[in-house]
């Protein structure tokens, strides 16, 4: 069993930038593909970013160049740099952890059935 605890989020204005933090314990979080995904008021939860055990990452069109997913598997870290924040980023960010380890899939939608969540954190970006 894996618990997420995520951490940074905030109230910024447009064209900023923010780091969100995942801290992962239990069980061994370096051997699985770790994400983030968000919620925005009314919609459905969305996939944002992943991050493999061997470091391969993906991104959803919508933020891809403007927000990076990182890992330090020493500190069992996931972290999501987003910079040049618009409006509708603005959501609850979740950290997600896969269940299969070692698994190292070829495309976004591979990892849109993680098993483990944090409860989020709220990024609000103001216009």
């Known amino acids: 069993q894996v618990e997420l605890v995520e951490s940074g989020g905030g109230l910024v204005q447009t064209g900023a930038s923010l780091r969100l933090s995942c801290a992962a314990s239990g069980g061994t979080p370096s051997a699985y593909a770790m994400g983030w995904f968000r919620q925005a008021p009314g919609k459905e939860r969305e996939f944002v970013a992943a991050i493999s055990w061997n470091i391969n990452k993906y991104y959803a069109e919508s933020v891809k160049d403007r927000f990076f997913i990182s890992r330090d598997n020493a500190e069992n870290m996931v972290y999501l740099q987003m910079n040049w924040l618009k409006p509708e980023d603005t959501a609850i960010y979740y950290c997600?952890?896969?269940?299969?380890?070692?698994?190292?899939?070829?495309?976004?939608?591979?990892?849109?059935?993680?098993?483990?969540w944090g409860k989020g954190t709220l990024v609000t970006v103001s216009s």
């Open positions: 997600a952890a896969d269940s299969r380890p070692y698994y190292s899939g070829t495309s976004p939608s591979d990892y849109y059935g993680m098993e483990f």
